[in-house]
């Protein structure tokens, strides 16, 4: 009891249910009040058990009033409150907040904490005065186009000097603006070079005939150096103008794929042989029709490749190649000679799609002839 002290007896002996007792100078009426009802306990505990909660509720309100008459004997007061009740002598009830977190989270290492709030206060000013923009001026136009040359530019220079050899076409053939063999510098740079080399040479006899005919080795290697240089001169025109080397190359390597494509897919050119044969095959089928058609009825394309077999001997079959005089023919060969010889004679029959010839008809072959 070496820290409690009571202020205020009456309250203390109305809170234990005291009236009156005598202890020293301390006089004090005690008298108990407290009650049980016994209708609540509903039978289950015995007289033992009551008169064991009376000696008990008896000892704590004699340890109370014991303590009371130390404190006032010289001992530290206590100060006992009603939790419920406000305090005695006029004061207010008061709460002190306690940070469970003193230290703020840390998230990934990084302390998370909210900002100041004179944040913009604490911003920092820069020291020197204020400039005013500088605006670029554009690039000289003959420091860009004499600039020493670099590895970037002779890249550069290659993939535009492709481009430009391979021709437009890939960007004319979508809108439909490609004719016959397009637009290909490369290739008829290489017929100039040629004529300037050797103008009797046999690949551009072919070439004039509009025959496929792969130009020598040392007219390509000069044309595309030729090539090359139009790209460095080009590259170094498209840098005045864009002020990006990267932009220049990644155009040049999407043009030189778009012309390569479309070199990959055009029709290709017969060579001489294919078209002397191709001749000669329309004249053999012209004089097989005039023997062996008629225009009228009807005949499956079938029937027509078996005429012409039996009506040239030499192409009796499709592989010719274990005989002497024999020459190996495809089916579709015929039948396109079939198609090309109905065009010629203003189309008097129409193909189906099952392989149907309807107005034309196979004659049966002679007597005598197998």
């Given amino acids: 009891f070496s820290q409690c002290r009571i202020i205020n007896v009456p309250d203390l002996v109305a ?8 202890f020293g100078s301390l006089s004090v009426e005690r008298s108990y009040h407290s009650t049980v009802d016994c209708d609540a306990l509903k039978g289950r505990r015995s007289a033992h058990t009551m008169r064991q909660m009376w000696l008990a509720a008896a000892a704590s309100i004699d340890f109370a009033m014991v303590a009371c008459a130390m404190g006032l004997g010289g001992f530290p007061r206590m100060e006992l409150r009603h939790p419920l009740r406000a305090p005695a ?6 709460a002190q907040v306690v940070d469970l977190f003193p230290d703020p989270p840390k998230v990934g290492g990084i302390i998370v904490s909210p900002p ?21 001026p554009f690039p000289d136009f003959a420091s860009t186009l004499f600039a020493p040359t670099d590895v970037a530019d002779m890249i550069a220079a290659v993939f535009i000097g492709t481009a430009l ?19 290909r510098p490369g290739y008829a740079l290489e017929c100039v070079v040629g004529e300037l080399l050797n103008p009797g040479a046999q690949w551009l006899q072919d070439r004039r005939e509009n025959l496929a005919a792969p130009a020598p080795l040392k007219v ?68 097989f029709a005039s023997d062996r058609l008629e225009v009228g009825g009807r005949c499956h394309e079938s029937e027509i490749v078996a005429a012409f077999r039996s009506f040239y001997p030499r192409y009796r079959r499709r592989n010719m190649g274990d005989t002497m005089d024999g020459i190996s023919l495809a089916d579709n ?31 049966p072959p002679p007597r005598g002839q197998a």
Avoid: H, Y
């Fill in 220 to 287: 390509r290697a000069a044309v595309f150096v030729m090539f090359v240089a139009m790209g460095l001169l080009t590259e170094r025109l498209l840098l005045v103008a864009l002020e990006d080397s990267s932009f220049v190359i990644s155009a040049g390597v999407c043009a030189c794929i778009g012309g390569s494509l479309l070199e990959v897919i055009r029709d290709p050119l017969p060579t001489r042989e294919e078209r002397d044969r191709g001749r000669k095959l329309g004249e053999e089928f012209l004089v």
């Fill in 15 to 22: 809170l234990l249910g005291a009236r009156r007792c005598s």
């Fill in 333 to 363: 060969e015929i039948s396109v000679l079939a198609r090309t010889w109905n065009v010629k004679m203003g189309r008097p029959a129409e193909r189906t799609s099952a392989g149907f010839w309807k107005g034309i008809s196979v004659l």
């Fill in 116 to 136: 100041t709030s004179k944040f913009p206060a604490l911003l920092d000013q820069p020291d020197a005065p204020a400039k005013a923009a500088t605006i670029t």
């Fill in 89 to 94: 002598r006029g004061g207010c009830a008061s």
């Fill in 165 to 183: 050899l391979l021709g437009p076409d890939f960007l004319l053939a979508p809108a439909g603006l490609v004719q016959g063999q397009g637009i």
